[in-house]
């Protein structure tokens, strides 16, 4: 790494000298410039950074605009009460929303956090800390955001609420169009990411389906992040910007962390490429050892203001980091030259994989933390390393989010053009980077400063950190399909760089040997005119179904689900306990205020329990049996969703029902037949049909076409 310094303070002072013994003609080649007035170059670059920040704002704030008016004509939210707006919030989003309002009506806000911090009114015989468990910073900014800035009497919670989340969503625009700006040097090539962004919506976010989720809140912060990383790595920045960029790639990091409980995995991913990056000395080493600063700095911070939460010291992205800076102190203590130091570099990568292995193990030796189990059997039987009857590993196998990505995806990605775009530029960029990884280990310099005549586009630091980052997402992505929403953004801006780049088809023009017409010419030509027509043949197909899109009143509207809610408001004791599917507990919660047993979240190991146990109530176990398991988490109530009962999913064997026969060992396999052997009926049938023992321990109370609601009876009566 020494070397790579040396070579880079060498290439300086040769440039110096030739800068110095440059004749005027080339001077002015080199740098055209030159022959103008220092008062019109830098108007020439206050107009385009202008003109550049106006077009990410605007392409910001239209996004967020946009989304406002689909969620408006999606939910008619404007013209529904308030009961019927609290249902849209589904599954995870309802609790993360519940705790927004419980901050709004705590007498104070020391008061609100102290109740969040040791909350026993949510989940029954628990005391959790809701702040640490749920990652509910978004929520506590929210609270005070609305209450410090007088909204009370302006706007009414909820509208705030997801007008953050819609501005953030237009700062996760503005920040790609940035990052896409900086690479290029256009700011055509924004726009262009924009528009694919929009038109590939499905695949870029969810932001549709949810909005509480915590990526909703953390993912504009890694965008900022990422863009403030591409303007730090760059080579021929001054020292000015570059402070800025570090600071911004700073305080991004730590926001980020702050506001995801998965959000150190990602920048783990993010680590593992400026290693690569690093070690092939493609980058300053001092740069990527001050995002590894950045990174500790981060996690000893997050740690402290996150209730000294165990999850980050024994996370992979300290182990990795620790691991690469006592691997720097190794190198840098060896005198250059020495058999030992030759050693070290040669088994660089088995030195940092070995320490940083050992040190995640010793950690989670030493601090006491929970072990999610369940991931590691998940990821077993993912990989046909093992089978399993476990029904929460077989629950996760099937949710869509973990399974490999469908052919709708990649033809989603093929009709609006941008997969094909996407290929051709890694290929272009990747193979200019492993050229000039072949001129590293021959022992040729980089060039200090790389002009569009070069076609090199593989040494410029910005542009190998992209190819290698947007590689390793993308073979999660192959892997999982809940990570294409982290993987496709990156691709839209990759690929309009790429088209919009004049080094990307100079680069291709340098291999092919073009002389026929003069390659920098044509590459500025192809440079606008690609993206050009790129962007009026999307325009032409794409805009009017978006048109239509926001024209277009949809309904939702869900009267069942609105009468249960309003019955539990109206009928049930303020101390009764309800017990269901853990989606519509998370419902019950957010509308009523009731407590629940269960919560859809699925980073602990005692909710997920819970969540298999009280799932019982669709299997084929006894009433006893069931009536045990409501009465140890002190139910009073019991809610059976028609829609589990007799769900009849597209998926065999993957439907709760299917998953809890299977577990309860009611479904044996022989040969690929399936036998189905119980005793007993399916409890949530048998339940409707009023006769003993059901009635013994359960009085149906309230029921619709959705939904039957049992009290469960404190006092058995034994009827015939």
């Not at 939210?77 to 995870?92: A, K, M, P, V």
């Not at 949510?122 to 506590?140: D, G």
């Not at 953030?168 to 262009?192: D, E, K, N, P, R």
């Not at 077993?380 to 590993?393: A, H, P, Q, R, S």
Request: neutral net charge.
């Amino acid at each position: 790494m020494e070397e790579g310094a040396a070579d880079l303070r060498q290439r300086k002072k040769q440039n110096c000298t030739e800068t110095d013994n440059m004749a005027p003609d080339e001077r002015n080649k080199e740098n055209p410039n030159l022959g103008k007035s220092p008062k019109y170059v830098l108007f020439q670059r206050f107009a385009k950074l202008f003109f550049g920040c106006v077009a990410a704002v605007t392409s910001g704030m239209m996004y967020a605009v946009y989304l406002s008016t689909y969620h408006e004509r999606k939910f008619w939210f404007s013209s529904r009460q308030e009961l019927e707006r609290e249902i849209t919030f589904q599954g995870d989003s309802a609790i993360y929303y519940s705790f927004y309002k419980e901050l709004l009506k705590a007498p104070s806000f020391e008061r609100g956090v102290y109740e969040l911090t040791h909350n026993n009114k949510t989940v029954s015989l628990r005391t959790i800390n809701a702040v640490q468990q749920m990652t509910l910073y978004p929520e506590l900014i929210a609270s005070v955001l609305y209450q410090a800035s007088g909204s009370e009497e302006v706007i009414e919670p909820v509208y705030f609420y997801i007008g953050i989340v819609f501005g953030l969503q237009g700062i996760y625009m503005a920040a790609l169009f940035v990052t896409s700006w900086v690479m290029s040097g256009t700011w055509l090539a924004g726009m262009l990411t924009v528009a694919w962004f929009i038109i590939n919506r499905t695949d870029t976010t969810r932001i549709d389906y949810s909005i509480s989720l915590r990526e909703n809140w953390a993912l504009p912060y890694f965008a900022c992040q990422v863009a403030a990383l591409t303007g730090y790595l760059k080579n021929n920045i001054n020292f000015s910007a570059e402070r800025f960029c570090y600071l911004f790639v700073s305080a991004s990091t730590y926001t980020f962390m702050m506001m995801w409980e998965y959000s150190h995995y990602l920048l783990f991913i993010q680590a593992v490429s400026l290693l690569l990056l690093d070690s092939f000395a493609l980058v300053q080493t001092d740069k990527v050892h001050e995002v590894y600063k950045i990174y500790l700095f981060s996690l000893f911070l997050g740690y402290l203001l996150q209730f000294e939460n165990p999850a980050l010291l024994v996370s992979p992205l300290l182990s990795l980091v620790a691991a690469l800076m006592l691997s720097k102190c190794l190198q840098m203590n060896m005198k250059k030259g020495t058999f030992i130091s030759r050693m070290l570099k040669i088994m660089y990568f088995y030195l940092v994989f070995t320490i940083s292995v050992t040190m995640n193990f010793l950690l989670k030796t030493l601090v006491p933390h929970k072990e999610n189990e369940h991931v590691l059997k998940f990821l077993e039987v993912k990989f046909g390393l093992n089978t399993t009857k476990n029904f929460t590993v077989n629950w996760l196998l099937c949710q869509e989010s973990l399974q490999t990505p469908s052919q709708d995806f990649f033809l989603r990605l093929t009709q609006s053009s941008l997969l094909p775009f996407y290929i051709l530029v890694l290929i272009i960029c990747l193979s200019s980077i492993t050229q000039v990884i072949f001129r590293r280990i021959s022992g040729e310099p980089l060039k200090e400063k790389i002009t569009v005549d070069d076609g090199r586009i593989g040494e410029r630091p910005e542009i190998a950190y992209h190819v290698i980052h947007t590689m390793l997402m993308g073979s999660l992505a192959m892997m999982s399909e809940g990570i294409k929403y982290l993987w496709t953004p990156y691709m839209c801006m990759l690929a309009a760089f790429g088209v919009c780049s004049p080094e990307l088809w100079m680069t291709l023009f340098k291999w092919l040997r073009l002389r026929a017409v003069h390659p920098i010419l044509l590459a500025l030509i192809l440079s606008m005119a690609v993206p050009s027509i790129i962007g009026f043949s999307l325009w032409k197909e794409y805009f009017p179904r978006i048109m239509t899109e926001l024209s277009e009143l949809q309904e939702f509207y869900d009267s069942d689900t609105i009468e249960l809610m309003m019955w539990v408001k109206r009928q049930a004791p303020v101390a009764a306990v309800f017990a269901g599917s853990p989606q519509l507990m998370g419902m019950i919660k957010l509308c009523t205020g009731w407590m629940v047993t269960s919560l859809p979240l699925y980073n602990d190991v005692d909710l997920l329990q819970r969540n298999e146990n009280i799932y019982q109530i669709y299997s084929k176990r006894s009433a006893e049996d069931i009536y045990k398991i409501l009465t140890s988490y002190k139910a009073t109530y019991l809610i059976i969703e028609d829609s589990i009962c007799n769900e009849a999913g597209p998926v065999k064997g993957c439907r709760v029902k299917d998953l809890l026969d299977i577990a309860n060992g009611h479904v044996v396999c022989d040969e690929g037949d399936s036998y189905a052997y119980s005793k007993y009926g399916r409890f949530c049938h048998e339940i409707k049909m009023n006769y003993s023992p059901y009635v013994n321990y359960f009085t149906r109370v309230y029921w619709n076409r959705s939904y039957f609601v049992y009290k469960i009876n404190t006092v058995i009566s034994f009827q015939s």
